[in-house]
């Protein structure tokens, strides 16, 4: 969790007053930062069919057009990833039907999946979840449409997450069990992964030609009430009130795209995950990190001028004190959360990709290392969040006189 000087203001006014803030909020040293594993192939856009195909991304890259096989082969990919790498991960498909307008009176099936893993110790509704969403679907048109930004890549960076923090999480989880932890609202902390459908238009984006998934989602948990409580003296109504922060990701992956900062109320979290970025670059663990940024020598945090080319940074507004005001939001899954109260933070570019929606948005043309670096930061960014410092064991300094720089 972040300290209580980065808690937003929404976020501490929910909290009962009694309640201690008692997390020992702690940034990832460097060590840590350092022990993020390398992607390796994990984002490789080739199928092999010789060896075990072990890429996150490549099932993904072909059409996933809502009631088609297609979206099958996606669902089984995303489900079965889970099933036998993450068998601690509880999976939940949400299922829903709606006409389009591109398909006549054919009620087409979404189906959202939703991927927690929560403490032991918790029982229904006490868990507060980090929850990272992406899309699945890609868009009917035009024919053949892969969308590999839009959002393969996105989907594939969270799969890659979970599995990097899932050793950390499960250990954490493991000593606080045998040490009798947890019960404190702080401490009931869980991370939920939303791969959400039918994001796309069929045919001209609409309120109701749009957000298929979410919208059924957003409305099946806003009436979801979990039930009462019985020990404890907090508890979330619903599932959307256990959203600690809900992260969406859309249109990453190609390179040199910038996301702003676009909301008032989760600007500290964009901070926090911007923070993260910065520093994996000024260790040089960002495959993305210009020549000029690695081999400077200074401590000095980067300066990220928006509009300086060369600034390699995913995530320019670091210094901003605020979110850029003169930036509209944009239509995406996270709006039918907004309506409800949830805090959400977009990491969209803008501008978009230049093969947004165009049969260029392949495999082909996607920068792997801007995917690879995307999928570092959010591990440093839910290593942070879910304060696995508690479980990482500085290594021994090597030689005499070592100091940090
Ligand atoms: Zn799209």
């Known amino acids: 969790m972040l300290p209580p000087n980065l808690l937003p203001t929404t976020l501490l006014a929910t909290l009962p007053f009694w309640l201690p803030l008692t997390t020992a909020y702690t940034p990832l040293s460097e060590s840590f930062l350092r022990a993020i594993p390398s992607p390796g192939d994990a984002f490789s856009i080739e199928t092999t069919t010789t060896t075990t195909n072990t890429s996150l991304l490549a099932p993904l ?3 996933r057009v809502p009631g088609t096989p297609g979206q099958q082969a996606a669902q089984a990919h995303l489900f079965n990833f889970f099933t036998t790498n993450l068998p601690a991960w509880n999976l939940t498909w949400q299922n829903s039907t709606s006409t389009t307008p591109a398909t006549g009176s054919r009620q087409i099936p979404f189906a959202n999946l939703i991927a927690r893993r929560d403490p032991p110790w918790t029982k229904a509704g006490e868990t507060n979840f980090l929850t990272l969403v992406a899309h699945y679907d890609s868009k009917l048109t035009p024919e053949g449409f892969i969308g590999a930004t839009d959002s393969a890549a996105p989907c594939a960076i969270l799969m890659w997450t979970a599995q ?7 250990q954490m989880y493991d000593e606080m069990s045998a040490l009798g932890e947890g019960g404190e609202l702080a401490m009931d902390m869980g991370l939920q992964i ?3 459908d039918g994001e796309e238009a069929f045919v001209q984006w609409t309120d109701t030609d749009s957000l298929y998934g979410s919208r059924s989602l957003a409305n099946q948990w806003s009436l979801s009430a979990n039930p009462l409580p019985q020990q404890k003296f907090y508890k979330y109504r619903n599932p959307l009130s256990q959203i600690s922060l809900f992260v969406l990701l859309d249109l990453l ?3 040199g795209s910038k996301v702003p900062s676009y909301m008032p109320t989760t600007h500290w ?3 926090a995950l911007a923070t993260v970025e910065s520093r994996l670059r000024q260790l040089n663990l ?7 940024s690695s081999s400077s020598s200074s401590s000095q945090p980067t300066k990220n001028a928006p509009e300086d080319e060369n600034d390699p940074s995913f995530l320019p507004d670091l210094n901003s004190t605020t979110a850029s005001a003169k930036r509209a939001g944009i239509s995406d899954d996270h709006l039918p959360f907004i309506h409800r109260g949830v805090e959400t933070l977009h990491l969209i570019p803008k501008p978009f990709p230049n093969v947004w929606h165009t049969m260029e ?3 082909a043309h996607l920068d792997l290392a801007t995917v690879r670096d995307w999928a570092r930061v959010m591990v440093g960014f839910v290593g942070e969040w879910l304060d696995l410092m508690e479980v990482w064991t500085e290594p021994e300094a090597e030689g005499e006189g070592t100091t940090t720089a």
Do not use: R
């Open 253 to 255: 992956g190609e390179k």
């Open 164 to 170: 990097v923090v899932d050793k950390y999480l499960t």
């Open 361 to 363: 948005d392949d495999g």
């Open 194 to 196: 939303l791969f959400l």
């Open 269 to 271: 979290a964009y901070v």
């Open 286 to 292: 960002l495959e993305t990190s210009s020549s000029s």
């Open 61 to 63: 890259l072909i059409p």
